[in-house]
């Protein structure tokens, strides 16, 4: 059995959420190339699963599982993340540019998101990324690292993965610390950077969940009387939404959902609207 719906693939290259990363209905870390014959190969740019499928006649052949390097999930940041962590730069340049150009809020001194001019992706492209620091919620320890290739023109990079989480790291639990908060400060949380960037505007310290799974698990943070939620407007922001607010209401904190225009797939789509950058 194919672990994924053959019948919605179109011939040529696919990109799914990958079954083995299990990281929510958003992924398309998982390339899917159909032949015109009706051959499938598939592979993971993110933890290296892959596999392939003969005809409709033929069985499937047997998916590789994922290897322990690519699945087990290391302390803390490999040296190669570290380096890259530490040798990038403050945001200007292409960066600069390219959250100006998506009408979002430029993230002050000791903010985890950062920029280099040469960032390396696997596909062996170079070019400027956003470089982002995650942090475990509760302690805030580094234990990953999330990179984004950008264009000045406020456009990704034009990759088939242009925005990349460290492999064999540990991403549950993880979020981008976009502005330092004091204790007794409201938070303001959203799946992805560029939505949160779009919430600092309400002038509320901003992070990125990273996807809709940790923004649903965001536990309970001491010294936060408030917590402001962007909603993406789809199912999976919904709920994972409806879960946080659930658990934070519970815990007798206040809660407040912003959702963007109606059409509008998050708070930044509504965001480069008023600012006339669409």
Same mark, same amino acid.
């Given at each position: ?27 398309? #870390? ?21 596999? =392939? ?11 590789? +599982? ?5 699945? /087990? ?17 403050? %945001? ?6 390219? *959250? /100006? ?5 430029? +993230? ?8 280099? +001019? ?11 990324? *956003? ?13 990953? *690292?999330?990179?984004?290739?950008? @264009? !000045? ?13 460290? !492999?064999?790291?540990? /991403?549950?639990?993880?979020?981008? @610390? ?10 303001? %949380?959203?799946?992805? %950077?560029?939505? $949160? ?7 509320? $310290?901003?992070?990125? #969940? ?5 923004? $649903? ?7 936060? +009387?408030?917590?402001? %939620? ?16 659930? @658990? ?5 904190? @206040? ?6 225009? =109606? ?9 480069? /609207?008023? $600012?006339?950058?669409?």
């Amino acid at each position: 059995m194919l672990p994924f719906n053959a019948a919605t693939l179109r011939t040529g290259e696919n990109r799914l959420p990958c079954p083995q990363c299990d990281r929510g209905p958003k992924d398309k #870390a998982l390339s899917v190339r159909v032949e015109d014959d009706g051959r499938m190969v598939w592979t993971c740019h993110r933890c290296g699963w892959s596999g =392939a499928a003969g005809r409709e006649t033929q069985p499937a052949a047997p998916a590789r +599982p994922p290897s322990k390097a690519a699945t /087990k999930h290391r302390a803390g940041l490999a040296p190669w993340a570290d380096r890259e962590w530490a040798t990038a730069q403050p %945001i200007h340049g292409a960066a600069l540019a390219y *959250l /100006k150009a998506r009408a979002c809020c430029i +993230p002050p001194e000791g903010s985890h998101l950062r920029y280099n +001019p040469s960032l390396h992706h696997p596909s062996g492209y170079t070019g400027p990324g *956003l470089v982002a620091l995650v942090t475990d919620a509760r302690t805030g320890q580094p234990i990953s *690292l999330h990179r984004t290739w950008v @264009r !000045a023109d406020g456009e990704k990079a034009p990759l088939e993965a242009p925005r990349l989480l460290a !492999a064999g790291h540990r /991403k549950a639990g993880g979020v981008i @610390r976009l502005w330092p908060r004091q204790s007794g400060q409201p938070l303001g %949380i959203a799946e992805g %950077i560029e939505t $949160a960037l779009s919430l600092a505007h309400a002038d509320v $310290a901003a992070w990125a #969940a990273i996807d809709a799974g940790n923004l $649903a698990a965001l536990p309970v943070l001491p010294g936060v +009387p408030e917590l402001l %939620i962007a909603v993406d407007a789809d199912p999976a922001g919904e709920a994972a939404a409806a879960e946080c607010s659930s @658990r934070w209401l519970a815990a007798g904190r @206040r809660v407040r959902l912003v959702r963007p225009d =109606a059409g509008d797939n998050d708070l930044n789509d509504t965001a480069q /609207k008023y $600012a006339g950058h669409e």
